[in-house]
């Protein structure tokens, strides 16, 4: 039976954050692991992940150049991307928010922070898919039809 849980790419360089991870994360999701942002942006093109969880402070890409990349290459700017940093302050979250990202999650992090965040992003993608699909099909019509759908109206 193939595998259906949404797919999690992991950019880290920090083993400890990893293996935290992979341990609360393996039950909900399909994950993908780098530990650089090259790398990263490699296997974000060829996996399709549903969300990233991005470090910041990585060798040769750092996050918020990673994130530039993936926004800017159409093949994955729609991933969300979650910032996962213990460079935190207001600046870095800004910065953040500035290049794409989605949400920003301070290290050291919680299972049930990062399970919820993670969480409420890959719905949305799922949604927005199924809702695609719908669209595509001639399911949906017109926007009427889809503010129904997005509003629970239907």
Do not use: N, W
Not at 74 to 86: D, E, G, N, Q, R
């Amino acid at each position: 039976m193939p595998d259906t849980k949404p797919r999690v790419l992991i950019i880290d360089d920090e083993p400890d954050s990893v293996g935290l991870l992979l341990e609360f994360l393996a039950q909900h999701y399909t994950l993908m692991v780098s530990l650089d942002g090259e790398d990263g942006f490699r296997k974000a093109k060829l996996g399709s992940p549903d969300a990233i969880l991005l470090d910041l402070a990585m060798p040769k890409l750092d996050g918020f150049e990673t994130c530039r990349l993936l926004k800017a290459d159409p093949a994955t700017a729609t991933i969300p991307v979650i910032f996962l940093s213990a460079h935190a302050a207001q600046t870095e979250r800004l910065e953040g928010f500035a290049v794409g990202a989605v949400d920003f999650i301070a290290k050291p992090f919680t299972d049930k922070e990062v399970l919820a965040r993670v969480g409420v992003h890959v719905s949305m993608v799922t949604r927005m898919r199924k809702l695609e699909l719908r669209l595509a099909s001639g399911e949906i019509e017109s926007a009427v039809d889809l503010r129904g759908l997005l509003f629970d109206e239907a």
